[in-house]
Nanobody
Framework: VQLQAFGGGLAQAGGSLRLSCTGY????????VGWQRQVAGNEREDVAS????????VYADSVKGRFTISRDNSKNTVYLQMDNLKPEDTAIYYC????????????WGQGTEVTVSS
């Protein structure tokens, strides 16, 4: 599956941004999807993920209560609503997808930059 992310940009601390990621080429609803982020010099970290039907989601402790992941399989799209942003949320955000049986993500989008100013 090919993934393309949209929606990064600049926000002030306490503000909001919404990322979206659209999948192409395969049946999007067959895949677990999520978001990861990476700061230069650091390892990529998981931010949030959701099941194939969007019924269950998992979040990193650092974003719980502030970020919400959702998906619309009819639009082949996964979203990340980011509220109450903090400067430490500044990173390149990647959407990712994997088959249910896979332990690790197998496909990634191109990344979209999020910058949060204090």
């Amino acid at each position: 599956v090919q993934l393309q992310a949209f929606g990064g940009g600049l926000a002030q601390a306490g503000g909001s941004l919404r990322l979206s990621c659209t999948g192409y080429g395969r049946t999007f609803g067959n895949y677990v999807v999520g978001w990861q982020r990476q700061v230069a010099g650091n390892e990529r970290e998981d931010v949030a993920s959701t099941t194939t039907d969007g019924a269950r989601s998992v979040y990193a402790d650092s974003v719980k209560g502030r970020f919400t992941i959702s998906r619309d399989n009819s639009k082949n799209t996964v979203y990340l609503q980011m509220d109450n942003l903090k400067p430490e949320d500044t990173a390149i955000y990647y959407c990712a997808a994997k088959e249910k049986i896979s332990l690790k993500y197998q496909w990634w989008g191109q990344g979209t930059e999020v910058t949060v100013s204090s």
